[in-house]
């Protein structure tokens, strides 16, 4: 079997939508990034203490183990330090508390389904005396949520284990996304129930996308999935379809058509994604020695720093009155203030904090805030965004 599957469980948001994507994403080097190797050492972290390996046996039942991990550093580099490890332990917790005696679990799970999908389930719990399967996934990104309803990825992950489980009977079906670090309206754990017979309308879906993906014609179809693709740098229709919306010409006091704006607005995303992979793309090629015709690399401009603060401080206390050189002291944030005080951070500073919005954006309807009255100072809000 391959090191990597052809289609992947966590790609499948892409290729279930866009069939033509893992031919081309087969072109394009596996490179890695600091936020991943980041979300691999924690993941690391918390596979290893729900599984004991640093409390030296596999006891999910008791407490969580009081250990220095202030020493351990990660497969990738990454030291473990305290806001990940508070991280972390949201997701061990929340693993922890679906354990019950006789559950048959396992952490890091090799699945298979098919010789072109396999995968590694981060946490899988199943309970005989019920039927009840729950499949857990550990996201330590801060950047987007990720929904746990239909999520592709967690329903793959669980249908290959009831294929596992065999005849074992599965009554309902729960998926569990863990992400700490990253705000949602319904917190850090997110949990969807379903019947276990509902699989059977996913997996018809299922085998339907990885027929087309097999299809020597695959076509290569943009969405919001392109956001994720590692191929998007280099994908066809991804570029013409950013350059075709770029023609659209809005100005204060022309007519237009609101249906084409409607069309706009949803592309700027896609057009955001294509921009950045781009340019990234573009500096990853240039540090590699293969640097576009007409481009060069080029020092960023240069910001002065003291040589030596001790230095500076000892002659400019000699020019200027000590209150002139240092900034005041200032409160950090509720966010920073939180963490230092640990698990019950947020309730024990609730009565001194109040949240305020900045203004107001525009989002879809399927957004879950309130929708809010337009107001005179719109246009400030959105030229302070």
């Not at 090629?285 to 015709?293: F, K, L, N, S």
């Not at 960023?300 to 030596?308: I, L, N, P, Q, V």
Request: hydrophobic fraction near 40%; include cysteine.
């Amino acid at each position: 079997m391959n090191q990597h599957a052809r289609l992947s469980p966590s790609a499948s948001k892409i290729w279930m939508a866009c069939a033509g994507q893992p031919r081309l994403a087969a072109t394009v080097r596996d490179e890695s990034s600091v936020y991943a190797d980041e979300g691999t050492d924690a993941h690391w972290l918390a596979h290893g203490i729900v599984a004991g390996e640093f409390a030296g046996s596999r006891s999910p039942m008791a407490p969580a183990p009081k250990l220095d991990f202030s020493q351990l550093v990660g497969p990738k580099g990454n030291a473990v330090t305290q806001e990940m490890l508070d991280a972390v332990m949201v997701y061990v917790e929340a693993c922890r508390a679906e354990i019950q005696q006789d559950d048959d679990w396992e952490v890091e799970q090799r699945l298979y389904y098919s010789d072109d999908l396999w995968g590694t389930a981060d946490f899988v719990r199943y309970r005989p005396s019920t039927g009840e399967l729950l499949v857990a996934d550990y996201k330590h990104g801060r950047g987007v949520p990720v929904e746990v309803e239909s999520n592709p990825q967690a329903l793959i992950y669980g249908l290959m284990k009831a294929k596992h489980l065999r005849n074992r009977g599965i009554s309902s079906v729960t998926l569990m996304i863990v992400q700490p670090r990253c705000p949602h309206p319904d917190g850090p754990v997110r949990r969807w129930t379903f019947h276990g017979v509902d699989f059977l309308e996913f997996e018809d879906r299922l085998l339907d996308a990885i027929a087309a993906t097999r299809a020597a014609d695959a076509p290569l179809l943009p969405g919001d999935h392109c956001q994720w693709c590692p191929a998007k740098p280099i994908c066809p229709a991804l570029r013409a379809a950013t350059l075709d919306r770029a023609r659209a010409d809005f100005a204060p006091g022309l007519p237009y058509d609101p249906a084409e704006l409607v069309s706009a607005l949803d592309s700027i995303q896609l057009m955001e994604t294509w921009i950045r992979a781009t340019r990234e793309f573009a500096y990853r090629e240039a540090i590699a020695g293969r640097v576009p015709t007409g481009w060069k690399l080029a020092e960023k401009r240069a910001t002065r720093k003291w040589r030596s603060e001790q230095e500076a401080v000892a002659a400019l206390e000699r020019m200027l009155p000590t209150d002139e050189l240092y900034e005041p002291r200032a409160l950090l944030s509720p966010a920073r203030i939180e963490r230092s005080l640990g698990k019950d951070g947020k309730e024990k500073i609730a009565g001194l904090t109040v949240a305020e919005s900045s203004g107001l954006t525009l989002v879809r309807e399927s957004d879950k805030r309130p929708a809010a009255s337009p107001r005179a100072t719109a246009a400030e809000d959105f030229s302070a965004a």
